[in-house]
């Protein structure tokens, strides 16, 4: 989907031919955005939605000219999680499974995409929406924001959103979140960790679109490295194998052509 120009619009097609997600590559700067785009359902993560929001991360993930993945949503809502229709009583076993693994699947693919990931949140995120937000890098939130993990308000506590929101705010107040189903505002999503800034909604796309271009403005092969490194090495629970970890991974860094001409640089100037 990628050329030349400046900006590449493109629309992703579900089985019925609706236009349920849209792509913008702007290739001079290296940032992509997806944005759901069923807002009269909401942006409900639909197994159609889900389907194409893979298909499309793993395409940006082998395009190494993609330095930033923006994801946003169209109309009132970001996400208000999954499609209930599909995970009614009458669904089988099997089918509400590979619904939630499908989710899984492409949650942990942000994690694991190469490019860093900013939620641009301009409504309501509530349950796999939520999660969503809790499984990108970054996060901006309009002052009209919203979050919660509200499936416990119908008897069904939010497991797999609980994977990415215990991980993404302070333990304490994602129980309370998952315990209640109460939405929180931008201003406590702020507070918790789950955004990294609040704007005022005329503000959202500018303000969204200068922190990536703040991080696409760096070396590509450093952000690669950094983010994989970051996951990484939370995962060691002793101090000392995590700064191992750490250590050889800034030592392959340093090596990198760019960096070594980069630091070269540097030393030169500060000689003057």
Known sequence: MRNGCHHVFASVSSSTGSDLLLRDDDAPSGITTLTLNHPEKLNVLSWDMLEMLQTQVDDIAADSAIRVLVIGAAGRAFSAGHDMKEIHPHSSVDDTKALFEKCSRFMTSLNKLPQPVIAKVQGVATAAGCQLVASCDLAVGSSFA????????????????AVALSRAVQSKQAMRMLLTGELISA??????????????????????MDLARKI???SNQAIRLGKEMFYEQLRYDNLEEAYDFATE??????????????????????RR
Request: contains cysteine; aromatic residues 8%.
């Open 187 to 208: 201003d406590e999503a702020l507070a918790y960790g789950l955004l990294n800034e609040v704007v005022a909604p005329e503000e959202l796309e500018t303000e969204t």
């Open 146 to 161: 919203r979050f919660g993990v509200s499936g416990i308000k119908v008897g069904l506590f939010c497991s797999t959103p």
């Open 216 to 218: 696409a403005i760096n």
């Open 249 to 270: 991974r800034l030592v392959r860094n340093v090596q990198y052509p760019e960096t070594k001409e980069a630091i070269d640089q540097f030393v030169n100037k500060k």
